[in-house]
């Protein structure tokens, strides 16, 4: 019995077990989906109760457990398959019953929905955790690839000293490509931050041209050890910032070029005290600006002994045992690469087989010319320039920058000189109604270009210069690459004493033969593209072929300044685009009639030559002339019955008019002048000269200059007979104020304020004015900047009080016991010459002192009689004088010697 027994149970109770199951998943297929939901919502229960604890601490710096991320996910797959389950059961429900699923349908569905339902019960039993999270495992240095930096240890320990600093959070570093920047950060991760034991991690991330945001927080989370499948950009910040917030961090971010957005990178700003930092590097100044940098740091091109060191090293030993001649040529060719390390390591590789002097030559004759020639230039060093020149945000913006490469090679390039170019050939528009603001527009263009590294500034803040291989990246771009050389034609500043032969300028576009030794061009070019031809600082040329413009009709930009032609040759008629002629410092004493014919002509300018006559008709010819330029030459303006020449109603005629610089050479001409409001409106210098019926002029107040609101600088030379430059800056208001209260009450247009007159005055030259004082009468000329007075032999003080002031003087007595009354006829006057005074005595009355609150410069030339110093000068920085001349002047006391002393500069 027990035999058959166990039989029983052996074979028969598994199948009864088994048919039992089978009937049950086919009649109970509810009740099975209904306790997976049960289960499952148990295990969600528990799944929540986990990922709760899981953010709890990463919100403290830690990172879930591996195995707390696959139950995790488990879960996740289950709760998927679960709803598959129910979702089928469901729409099995919703089916009529003629199209009711069959037995075996169902049974599949309840097994699964079983098989489900264990799992789900498994998987709670796993979710009890002893620990769900781990500290995060961070590589806390990486070093990276570096070389030897040559002439940067002094840059390296500012980089230092600022990091260490406690109120620098971010520190930007920036400067031109290949300039070192890369290296210097290298340098700084390997060097520094290795070595800084309080620094729990340091990040480097090679940012680039093509920034992803993405790939930034994938760099940084990867290097934390943080992992976030399936994370929104947004988490991954939220992540991050808790993170990098616990700890002390550097982060170095290479190469910059669009400001990044911390707080959606989810990297926190470094506060005050904080020994957090972030150290980034890029081409473009204003991206530190952008990206609030508290220091800023600029790379400048090595200085000539460590720029020659690089260079050799990269030539090899072989060049110091080379011939004289040899290293004297391998010094010019290393100059020419203007201090940048990347142009001295690729030339300098590229001379490495060089030994022979005729190669060399060569080579300095390509860099001068085509440097896109030698060997590693166009690919290692041209290349990574155009990126800038490619990101810059404008055409007008490349183009004004490709214009700078027409300059000779370290010229210092007057800003308003590059400006009036661009104008001329249409760079610039004017949409401004103001020529200063037209100017204005340009300036802000130099100033985007010296901010993205692509210029740099020049003698002063007024100038601009390129640096060499700026300006080689220029005439790469210009010349299409090589393969046009010819296209922008630029030999400037090279020494040629003839131009290039007539068949080079065929297809050229642009040409510049600037600062060359040329003396006469007499070949007629056929140059059908040629928009800008530029032949100024040719000091020798005295000669143009006639017909030599004959075959330019695109020419906008003409530049003859600075040579020596006597005529313009016949033909310059032909230029119907001409937008810009300049013939400054020429030798021309007559303007040909067909010069009327340029109606297109915006800027004439014709200073500074020995212009005697101008026919009739030309000048109101040019209708669309903006700017004319005419100091220091012609004058013989006709008003009325007084002159010879063109008659002042040509320049009326001008109503395009925007800048003027004039020559005046009578008083009528200059009445004329000072009642014509386009004119006066316009005019920007003013030169007064050899007006011998002129006794008396009036500085600032007077008719004289009320129209004359844009004027700067008024210069009078050689007026015989002036007597008196008077200063009265008295107002109409202050007059006006004087009338009874009752009268300004019915009239309150009578208190406005006025408009100061001669607001823009900054510059007055009083030059050989034999009988001239200047009358002091009250008030001020507010804005003057700078007075230079030149050969004025009957001036005995700088300024004589009128008996008005010198009454108020007497009655006023002393202010207190030895200090006398004080004025400041020229509140911002930053420079005062005083040049060939023989009678000079003083700067002021003995019973009054000279303030100049605002004066840095002062200098005395040929000033035999002037003994002694008497004005307040608080700001003075230099008083320029010979050691003769100073070491014969009184003083009052040594204490005030003393004062003075470090303020001598020597003149030779």
């Avoid at 700890?247 to 957005?261: G, K, Q």
């Avoid at 008659?647 to 009445?671: G, H, N, V």
């Avoid at 200059?705 to 050689?718: C, D, Q």
């Amino acid at each position: 019995m027990e035999f058959v027994a166990s039989i029983v149970d052996t074979v028969f109770r598994p199948l009864k077990d088994y048919f039992a199951r089978t009937y049950g998943y086919v009649m109970s297929c509810g009740e099975y989906i209904d306790e997976l939901g049960h289960r499952m919502n148990e295990l969600k229960s528990k799944r929540d109760d986990v990922k709760r604890m899981v953010d709890a601490a990463e919100r403290q710096g830690m990172e879930a457990t591996s195995q707390v991320k696959w139950w995790l996910e488990c879960v996740a797959a289950l709760e998927d398959a679960a709803v598959r389950i129910d979702e089928e059961y469901r729409a099995r429900l919703q089916l009529p019953p003629d199209q009711a699923p069959g037995v075996k349908a169902t049974y599949h569905l309840s097994k699964k929905a079983d098989e489900t339902l264990a799992e789900a019960a498994s998987l709670k039993e796993k979710g009890d955790f002893h620990k769900v999270a781990d500290e995060l495992v961070q590589v806390r240095f990486e070093e990276m690839p570096s070389a030897p930096i040559v002439g940067r240890d002094a840059l390296l320990l500012e980089l230092h000293a600022f990091v260490r600093d406690g109120d620098v959070g971010i520190v930007g570093i920036y400067g031109m490509a290949g300039v070192g920047k890369t290296a210097l950060l290298n340098k700084f991760n390997n060097e520094f931050l290795v070595n800084s034991c309080d620094i729990n991690v340091a990040i480097y991330i090679e940012v680039g041209k093509e920034v992803n945001l993405d790939d930034i927080q994938r760099i940084i989370g990867d290097r934390l050890g943080v992992s976030w499948e399936n994370k929104t950009p947004r988490e991954r910040a939220g992540v991050l910032y808790r993170v990098l917030s616990k700890m002390n961090f550097v982060l170095l971010l290479d190469d910059v070029w669009e400001p990044l957005n911390f707080r959606m990178l989810g990297i926190p700003v470094p506060k005050q005290n904080s020994k957090s930092k972030i150290v980034l590097t890029t081409r473009i100044e204003d991206v530190c600006d952008r990206m609030d940098v508290r220091r800023k740091l600029k790379m400048e091109c090595l200085p000539w002994e460590p720029a020659w060191e690089l260079f050799r090293e990269k030539v090899g030993e072989h060049l110091m045992s080379s011939s004289p001649e040899i290293r004297h040529l391998a010094q010019a060719l290393a100059m020419k690469c203007g201090g940048l390390p990347l142009a001295l390591i690729t030339v300098g590789r590229a001379m490495a087989s060089k030994r022979t002097a005729k190669e060399w030559k060569h080579a300095i004759t390509v860099v001068k010319i085509a440097p896109w020639q030698l060997l590693g230039m166009e690919l290692d060093v041209l290349e990574p320039l155009k990126k800038s020149y490619d990101n810059l945000p404008s055409d007008k913006l490349r183009l004004c920058l490709l214009y700078c490469s027409l300059f000779p090679e370290e010229f210092s390039i007057s800003k308003d000189w590059i400006i009036g170019y661009c104008i001329g050939e249409g760079f610039i528009d004017d949409l401004y109604t103001e020529m200063d603001e037209i100017y204005n527009k340009g300036h802000d263009l130099l100033g985007d270009l010296k901010i993205a590294s692509l210029l740099e500034k020049g003698e002063d803040e007024d100038h601009i210069k390129m640096h060499p291989m700026a300006r080689a990246m220029a005439l790469w771009i210009a010349s299409e690459f090589g393969t046009k050389e010819t296209k922008w034609l630029v030999r400037a500043g090279v020494r040629l004493k003839e131009a290039p032969g007539a068949e080079k300028w065929n297809d050229a576009e642009r040409i510049s033969f600037m600062r060359n030794n040329i003396l006469e061009l007499y070949e007629r070019p056929n140059c059908p593209l040629l928009k800008t031809l530029i032949l100024q600082g040719n000091p020798g040329l005295d000669k143009i072929c006639d017909g030599f413009f004959q075959f330019m009709p695109s020419l906008r930009v003409l530049d003859l300044s600075y040579t020596s032609i006597s005529e313009l040759p016949s033909g310059i008629g032909s230029l119907v685009e001409l937008q810009y002629l300049d013939l400054y410092n020429t030798n021309i004493r007559s303007l040909p009639r067909e010069l009327g014919s340029l109606v297109t002509l915006r800027f004439l300018l014709l200073s500074n030559m020995p212009l005697e006559m101008i026919p009739g008709g030309v000048i109101c010819s040019l209708t669309m002339l903006q700017v004319l330029y005419m100091d220091l030459s012609y004058g013989d303006w006709k008003v009325g019955a007084s002159g010879n020449g063109v008659d002042f109603q040509e320049l009326e005629s001008l109503r395009r008019l925007k800048a003027l610089d004039i020559t005046i050479q009578s008083p009528e001409a200059l009445e004329r002048l000072s009642r014509s409001h386009r004119v006066a409106g316009s005019t920007r210098n003013l030169l007064i000269k050899t007006c011998s019926s002129l006794t008396k002029i009036q500085l600032p107040s007077g008719n004289l200059w009320k129209n004359m609101t844009g004027l700067k600088r008024v210069w009078i030379a050689s007026c015989s007979n002036l007597a008196e430059v008077i200063i009265d800056g008295s107002k109409e208001t202050d007059r006006i104020n004087a009338l009874p209260q009752a009268i300004l009450q019915g009239r309150a247009d009578l208190v406005d304020d006025e408009q100061p007159i001669l607001p823009s005055l900054h510059n007055v030259i009083l030059q050989g004015l034999q009988k001239v004082k200047i009358i002091y009468k009250g008030g001020c000329v507010q804005n003057l900047a700078s007075l230079f007075i030149w050969y004025c032999h009957g001036l005995e003080e700088l300024i004589t009080l009128s008996d008005e002031e010198q009454e108020v003087t007497a009655s006023s007595g002393e202010q207190t016991a030895g200090t006398f009354r004080v004025i400041t006829p020229f509140p911002n006057l930053k420079e005062l010459y005083l040049h060939g005074l023989a009678k000079f005595r003083r700067l002021s009355s003995s019973t009054c002192t000279l303030r100049f609150p605002s004066l840095e410069s002062l200098k005395i030339v040929e000033c035999p009689n002037l003994k002694k110093l008497k004005l307040s000068a608080g700001g003075l920085n230099v008083i320029q004088c010979t050691r003769e001349w100073w070491d014969g002047l009184e003083w009052d006391d040594e204490e005030v010697k003393a004062s003075y002393e470090p303020l001598f500069c020597p003149m030779r």
